[in-house]
């Protein structure tokens, strides 16, 4: 039985001693002592609050630990609190959100537990999953206790309405909600004219590229090896499509900017009327093509 007794015992008083805060020493109660009233005449009463604690332990020279306790108890007497109380967009109570002031994070869940908070003014923000976060700006009496802040997040985060999709492969000008500015119609003159000059580039290189390679080859005997042969027609005939799709986005975009720089500008009603338009083009065996679709 005595072997036993002295382990146990001895186990016991380790954990007790280990259970215990550790206690501040002569040097850190003299530091705690000046930053306290440093922090405290400075407003920073949640910082003086920590310093107040490591100073007012028994283990602090007497007048330390007597002065420190005195104004640990004013300091939470004065220290603002807050409660925040967010609902979503129908009401309903909300904790999953988290709190921050100045960029410090205050909370990452709402308990319905009072939250500490400086006097002054503060930039609170709440972020809420699926949410637009909120800011509110609040000025924080000292002395004030339990102040209910209340907050309510909106519908949940969508795409914006009319947000094209990845790869969709067109382009698009919306006319609507707003009368028909004549900057769409020099927006569409300028993609016009550079639209043609490509063509003009693209045909009349391909034409010259054409020219030298029948230069080369006649009666269907050519003076070059055919891996070059290859190449110089693979380059006509991309230089010829790019040519034609040019084509049409110039023919296309002249159009529509002469349609509406020349249609007067309509009433806010009546541009709610006009519909989403759609330009795409397309290369074809032949050549491309183009595409207009709404109303006009």
């Known amino acids: ?76 007497s004065t220290l603002p609190t807050i409660v925040v109380a967010a609902s979503d967009e129908k009401g309903n109570d909300l904790t999953d959100v988290s709190v921050s002031s100045d960029g410090q994070q205050l909370a990452a869940k709402l308990g319905g537990m009072a939250l500490e908070l400086d006097p002054g003014k503060h930039t609170l923000r709440f972020e809420h999953a699926g949410a637009e976060p909120v800011e509110k700006k609040v000025l924080i009496r000292e002395g004030q206790k339990a102040r209910v802040i209340k907050i309510q997040f909106g519908s949940t985060k969508k795409p914006a309405a009319g947000q094209p999709k990845p790869g969709s492969g067109s382009a698009s000008v919306d006319t609507s909600g707003g009368g028909f500015s ?41 003076d070059l090896p055919q891996d070059q042969i290859d190449s110089k027609r693979s380059s006509v005939k991309t230089k010829f499509l790019i040519a034609d799709v040019s084509l049409g986005v110039g023919i296309v975009s002249l159009g529509l900017a002469t349609y509406f720089f020349l ?32 109303q006009f």
């Not at 003299?30 to 332990?57: D, F």
């Open 182 to 222: 004549k900057t769409i119609a020099y927006v569409l003159g300028g993609v016009g004219i550079v639209g043609l000059g490509s063509f003009a580039y693209f045909g009349l290189t391909g034409s010259s590229q054409k020219s030298d390679l029948l230069n080369h080859c006649k009666d269907n005997v050519c």
């Open 1 to 76: 039985m005595k072997r036993l007794t002295a382990p146990i015992l001895g186990s016991a008083l380790v954990v007790l001693l280990g259970a215990r805060p550790a206690l501040a020493g002569k040097a850190a109660c003299g530091k705690a002592y000046t930053q306290a009233q440093v922090q405290r005449n400075a407003g920073k009463l949640r910082e003086a609050k920590k310093s107040l604690v490591v100073c007012a332990q028994k283990s602090c020279p007497g007048f330390i630990n007597s002065e420190c306790a005195k104004w640990l108890n004013d300091v939470e």
């Open 263 to 294: 249609k007067p500008d309509h009433s806010s009603e009546a541009a709610k009327d006009s519909a989403r338009l759609r330009f795409d083009v397309a290369p074809t065996q032949g050549g491309s093509y183009a595409t207009v679709s709404g």
